[in-house]
């Protein structure tokens, strides 16, 4: 079964500081997904990014960046420089490779709060 | 383009009677998708459409949750009889359904269910 885990359910800090999101995942399939989600109050979950297991270089998206290990199976989002309107619940997800089959495995969610 | 649409955004019963969501996914999206998320948790997926089949449903409660998409286009989940547990809020969401394609997941922004 997949699991994730993510440990830190609220984390508060002033603008422009930065922020790491802690993501660790649990699969016994050697082929994998891996996606961050942002929540904003409107509710919607908007699309961050999507890794997969053979691809570990990390990425860098303007003030976002993503750390893939598996020797720790972690995936874990830093935001540089925050800002308010990155105050979201953001979920780290799991897929694994079963042909047709989309699901999803959500962590729980960290509620990111920008303080200005 | 178009998001995902969902319908109602709210939706306050009491328990025992019955309640319908509606979906329209992103115009060409093949696979369709309805989660659950109670407060404080993460999405949980209760079915998953390609086109108008089901391909996994195994989380569904099938004694009193029902969904159909019946032109493979947009879809209506149904409960009946709700239950208090069944307060969340549903997240439909929509991907191409390409065989081996990145398939992201998009959101809509959900039906928050109250059942009092």
């Known amino acids: 079964a997949q699991k994730v885990t993510q440990a830190q359910t609220e984390i508060s800090v002033v603008e422009k500081e930065d922020v790491t999101l802690d993501c660790v995942y649990e699969?016994?399939?050697?082929?994998?997904?891996l996606f961050w989600y942002k929540q904003p109050p409107s509710g919607e979950l908007v699309f961050l990014i999507r890794r997969n297991s053979f691809d570990e270089q990390n990425e860098i998206s303007g003030r976002y960046s993503w750390n893939f290990q598996k020797s720790t199976s972690s995936f874990n989002f830093t935001i540089t420089a925050s800002q308010v309107v990155d105050s979201a619940v953001y979920f780290c997800?799991?897929?694994?490779?079963?042909?047709?089959?989309?699901?999803?495995?959500f962590g729980t969610g960290t509620r990111l709060t920008i303080i200005p | 383009e178009a998001g995902v649409a969902q319908s109602p955004r709210y939706k306050i019963i009491e328990k025992r009677q019955s309640v319908a969501f509606w979906c329209n996914p992103i115009s060409g999206h093949a696979t369709l998708y309805w989660y659950q998320q109670i407060l404080g948790q993460g999405p949980k997926l209760l079915i998953q459409?390609?086109?108008?089949?089901?391909?996994?449903d195994s989380q569904l409660p099938k004694d009193r949750f029902s969904a159909e998409r019946l032109k493979g286009v947009d879809s209506t989940l149904k409960i009946q009889p709700a239950k208090l547990e069944d307060s969340a809020v549903y997240l439909c969401?929509?991907?191409?359904?390409?065989?081996?394609?990145?398939?992201?997941?998009?959101f809509g922004a959900g039906t928050r269910l109250s059942v009092l």
């Open positions: 969401a929509s991907s191409l359904g390409v065989a081996g394609g990145e398939n992201i997941q998009y």
């Open positions: 997800a799991l897929k694994i490779s079963n042909f047709g089959n989309e699901k999803l495995t």
């Open positions: 699969t016994r399939d050697t082929t994998y997904y």
């Open positions: 459409f390609q086109n108008n089949g089901v391909v996994d």
